[in-house]
């Protein structure tokens, strides 16, 4: 152990159990991002500021810190929280661009740790998946909520748009759209709104007089 390294734990005060438990989380995360699985409980505790064996005495072991580090990555508090101060009396296409831009971020954040999820011997009710698809599932619901009061513009039942926004929001972030670029939040909102035909302000307001 180097000074640096000496100086640095002396520095990190007793923590309470949860804290600690909360602190080695956090370090776990951006790690598990550069090294998936392959991180060392070496290297975490050298990220945390603590000595190795602190690990043990709040985790069992690696996998039990790696799952509750997922967990916590998938937790959707946040993107709850961020889609309910979203303007409820806003225009429903900039309701939609705040909430896809929300979304975004969710699936961004996720998509590197989910695939790691996928890898490791989890149980599965109790898997940080089955927490990530719970999660998903209220997002979906909250951005359903937004929706809600525009319910008679639409072809298909909030829920269903708001299922459809999430589909199009993941395609476009995994790259799955064959597209040269990435859609923007105003964009995909475009494609679920209004599909991809490019019409001219005339055949939109025909179209608006024949409904």
Known sequence: MNDQQTRRRRRVPALAP????????AATLPLLRTHGA???????????????????????D????IAAALES?????????ALSAIDPQA???ERLSDATAILIRRVESSVPL???????????EDSPLAALLRGRRRLIEAVAELIEPDRAQLRRSPDTTAGVLFALVASTVRGDLPTEKPFTPDEIVAVLL?????RTDTEHDQNRGEA
């Open 194 to 198: 209004d599909g991809l035909l490019r």
């Open 114 to 124: 989910m695939m790691l999820a996928r890898t490791m011997p989890f149980d599965a």
């Open 18 to 25: 949860d804290e600690r438990r909360a602190a080695l989380v």
């Open 62 to 65: 690696k996998a039990s810190l």
């Open 38 to 60: 392959a991180v060392t409980t070496r290297q975490i505790a050298e990220a945390a500021g603590v000595a190795e064996g602190t690990i043990f005495g709040v985790f069992p």
């Open 91 to 93: 225009p429903l296409r």
């Open 73 to 81: 990555a998938f937790d959707a508090g946040p993107m709850l929280r």
